[in-house]
T-cell receptor, first 110, second 121 residues
């Protein structure tokens, strides 16, 4: 099954910059845009980045996204304690004819 | 403000069916596609299908084809997802989510319901 691959965990200290990677294939991130979601404990996912690098209204500019080839990245600058959450990437998959998600990265703010 | 409010937790026995609801408010219901996504404990998000609220067209993940039915009632601004032949591994939190671009063929979901826990046991 076509999936997106993320590191299971990431960490940083307050004020630092962290990046989370998302690796896919030609059928998903290689040919379609990537979105990022933040999921706080016990809550529904929240759209953080869409169309590779666009922020919805209300999302701080500390969050940024990029994509190159089949890989995408989410960068969080000026890390804050409230950024501690699970982060998921997502993309349309042309082979499966539906959206696919990464396995999620648990971000810990030390 | 845009809101998606889902029905409450359900418990079913294996082999049974469950029908969940997702009531929308704060926007023109017929202008956006609604997706259903589930998340098993400790697992990744998993897309199940969508419904074009305007014309009622649906598209389902191949994994759930034959077991899932998504419908809508425009008069009630509510979308529904019914899953049949439930198994223990269907135990998950089920979310409805609005398509940012309204069209369906995307993975951009800008508003989510609060989730409904379905336990199959």
């Amino acid at each position: 099954q076509s999936v997106l691959t993320q590191p299971p965990s990431a960490s940083g200290t307050p004020g630092q910059r962290v990046t989370i990677s998302c690796s896919g294939s030609s059928s998903n991130s290689g040919s379609n845009t990537v979105n990022w979601y933040q999921q706080l404990p016990g809550a529904a996912p929240k759209l953080l980045i869409y169309s590779n690098n666009q922020r919805p209204s209300g999302v701080p500019d500390r969050f940024s996204g990029s994509k190159s080839g089949t890989s995408a990245s989410l960068a969080i600058s000026r890390l804050q304690s409230e950024d501690e959450a699970d982060y998921y990437c997502a993309s349309w998959d042309g082979s499966l004819n539906g959206p696919v998600f990464g396995g999620g990265t648990k971000l810990t703010v030390l | 403000q845009v809101q998606l409010v889902q029905s409450g937790a359900e418990v079913r026995k294996p082999g049974a069916s469950v029908k969940l609801s997702c009531r929308a408010s704060g926007y023109t219901f017929t202008s956006y596609t609604i997706h259903w996504v589930r998340q098993a404990p400790g697992q990744r998000l998993e897309w199940m299908g969508w419904i074009n609220i305007g014309n009622g067209n649906t598209k389902y993940s191949q994994k759930f084809q034959g077991r899932v039915t998504i419908t809508r009632d425009t008069s009630a601004s509510t979308a529904y997802m019914e899953l049949s032949s439930l198994r223990s591994d269907d135990t998950s939190v089920y979310y409805c989510a609005r398509d940012l671009f309204g069209v369906g063929y995307s993975s951009s979901f800008d508003y989510w319901g609060q989730g409904t826990l379905v336990t199959v046991s």
